[in-house]
């Protein structure tokens, strides 16, 4: 069994669209994040959920809304796509607050806007 | 901002040769992990190191964290193609919570 999953692996939509991802871990993990990785490869924490509460919002623009369901899921919505936000997007949970232990990384979703 | 720096961005070596990625945060971390991302995958945890001055030894990788806790490093002995990807350092402190990764190096192997 996948621990974090996320769907979809590859997104390729036009500008202007709206697209969601969704990702769900199976650990039992009281904390998940987003990541952005953009083409250098550099990781950037976007949000933190704890027990579906946001506790970390970076700066990313207004157009991101993460939703949290409930503690094992943590969807990332995505209004008016524009080129920049071509990346891949990484789901990840952790046992014990923000990073307290290990983060267990979902597989990515690379997300091409044309 | 907390920011995590990490060296070099590249490094292309021989398989058989030694190979370090440096890690420096601006802020005192309270713990500071490793993650490996092949090509193509997501990153995996490799350790976390949390005392002052710790070393610990994974087979041929030696992860060090500074005395101040500012800074820790990741060196492979005779490097061998598995070896190769992107080693992310990323370092947690007390009062934020967030874990911020360095910008990670990536490894490349010769046969």
């Known amino acids: 069994d996948t621990a974090v999953s996320q769907t979809p692996k590859y997104l390729v939509t036009q500008m202007g669209n709206d697209k969601s991802i969704k990702c769900e871990q199976n650990?039992?993990?009281?904390?998940m994040y987003w990541y952005k990785q953009d083409s250098k490869k550099f990781l950037k924490i976007m949000f933190s959920?704890?027990?579906?509460?946001?506790?970390i919002n970076e700066t990313v623009p207004n157009r991101f809304s993460p939703k949290s369901p409930d503690k094992a899921h943590l969807n990332l919505h995505i209004n008016s796509l524009e080129l920049g936000d071509s990346a891949v997007y990484f789901c990840?949970?952790?046992?014990?607050?923000?990073?307290?232990?290990?983060?267990?990384f979902g597989q990515g979703t690379r997300l091409t806007v044309v | 901002g907390q920011q995590v720096m990490q060296i070099p961005q590249y490094q292309h070596v021989q398989e058989g040769e030694d190979f370090t990625t440096y890690c420096n945060s601006s802020?005192?971390?309270?713990?500071i992990q490793w993650y490996k991302q092949r090509p193509g995958g997501h990153p995996v945890f490799l350790i976390q190191?949390?005392?002052?001055?710790e070393v610990k030894k994974q087979k041929r990788l030696t992860f060090q964290f500074g005395e101040a806790k500012k800074n820790s490093s990741l060196h492979i002995t005779a490097t061998q193609t598995t070896d190769v990807g992107t080693y992310f350092c990323?370092?947690?402190?007390?009062?934020?919570?967030?874990?911020?990764f360095g910008q990670g190096t990536t490894l490349q192997v010769k046969p």
């Open positions: 990840a949970s952790s046992p014990l607050g923000t990073g307290g232990t290990e983060a267990f």
């Open positions: 650990l039992g993990h009281d904390t």
């Open positions: 959920y704890n027990n579906k509460e946001l506790i």
């Open positions: 802020t005192t971390l309270s713990n």
């Open positions: 190191l949390v005392k002052s001055g």
């Open positions: 990323a370092g947690k402190t007390s009062n934020t919570g967030k874990l911020i």
